[in-house]
């Protein structure tokens, strides 16, 4: 794997990176089906992963619409890191759509 010029802030491992890029990947290429199953499966083995979280909030909240889902992943990002301003902002852009604010 090549080296990273980034912080790993939240210290994934290299399989769990790959994944991310691979999920990111799909949703790039509109394959979105096999994006939710790569991160739906990361979740399953990382509950609290806020990576995977905000992705799923992405992946729900751009690209299916499914604006309740990506409201409910934007909160459980914000439960386990209530600082998280890029969270906040999604949520409450999506919480609109829904009649919640």
Known sequence: MAERTWENTYELTD???EQLEEAESLMEGMDL???EAVLLAMLEDAPDCI???SNLGHLYGKHLSEFEN???YYD???EIEPDNAWARDARRR???YIGRD
Do not use: C, K, N
């Open 33 to 35: 089906t096999g994006a």
């Open 51 to 53: 990576p995977v979280l």
């Open 94 to 96: 999506y919480s609109r």
């Open 70 to 72: 990506a409201v409910g």
């Open 15 to 17: 399989e769990q990176l």
């Open 76 to 78: 459980r990002v914000l």
